[in-house]
T-cell receptor
Framework: QKEVEQNSGPLSVPEGAIASLNCTYSDRGSQSFFWYRQYSGKSPELIMSIYSNGDKEDGRFTAQLNKASQYVSLLIRDSQPSDSATYLCAVTHSGAGSYQLTFGKGTKLSVIP | DAGITQSPRHKVTETGTPVTLRCHQTENHRYMYWYRQDPGHGLRLIHYSYGVKDTDKGEVSDGYSVSRSKTEDFLLTLESATSSQTSVYFC??????????????FGDGTRLSIL
């Protein structure tokens, strides 16, 4: 059973602070990792992809990957109230089913003005 | 935005009735997926398709069937709906990218209530 674990939260941070979201996964052969943002009542929206160890930055978002520790994180700098949402970590399957994703249950982020 | 249209967007029906949800894409992507999302369970894969007439079961396939007769359409059918199938259903699409990367893009969802 491929598993992706996230703290459910809620994670509350003040406006302007750094929000740190974490995810661990069980499938050691996973190669691709994604972060989705989901506003209440809306569909998941892809915000970051990362495929190799290290950091990847896109605007206020930084994804970090450590395959040896089976750990992926998302940092949101200068958090804004509009960042308040549930963040889903998704990981590809290894092997023949590599186009499939396993999703974590999500971390709910609340940015306090 | 990825060209994915789900229909209907909302549906209320009774236990025991058949229900069909439609996912239509304009991206010509090979892979299509049906998920359900429930509180406490997150997104769970119901069925997926890796080409026309090529489908397979996901994690929670019991009580559901799918069909894909052309690239752009993926249908999800509940043959005899039960209250436990009340959920929000999402369709997603993806295509093989460089190095096998496969981000999925989601439709707006169908909110299904079974009374």
């Amino acid at each position: 059973q491929k598993e992706v674990e996230q703290n459910s939260g809620p994670l509350s941070v003040p406006e302007g602070a750094i929000a740190s979201l974490n995810c661990t996964y069980s499938d050691r052969g996973s190669q691709s990792f994604f972060w989705y943002r989901q506003y209440s009542g809306k569909s998941p929206e892809l915000i970051m992809s990362i495929y190799s160890n290290g950091d990847k930055e896109d605007g206020r978002f930084t994804a970090q990957l450590n395959k040896a520790s089976q750990y992926v994180s998302l940092l949101i700098r200068d958090s804004q109230p509009s960042d308040s949402a549930t963040y889903l970590c998704a990981v590809t399957h290894s092997g023949a089913g590599s186009y499939q994703l396993t999703f974590g249950k999500g971390t709910k982020l609340s940015v306090i003005p | 935005d990825a060209g994915i249209t789900q229909s209907p967007r909302h549906k209320v029906t009774e236990t025991g009735t058949p229900v069909t949800l439609r996912c239509h894409q304009t991206e010509n992507h090979r892979y299509m997926y049906w998920y359900r999302q429930d509180p406490g369970h997150g997104l769970r894969l119901i069925h997926y398709s890796y080409g026309v007439k090529d489908t397979d079961k996901g994690e929670v396939s019991d009580g559901y069937s799918v069909s894909r007769s052309k690239t752009e359409d993926f249908l999800l059918t509940l043959e005899s709906a039960t209250s436990s199938q009340t959920s929000v259903y999402f369709c997603a699409i993806s295509e093989l990218g460089t190095g096998g990367s496969q981000p999925q893009h989601f439709g707006d969802g169908t909110r299904l209530s079974i009374l």
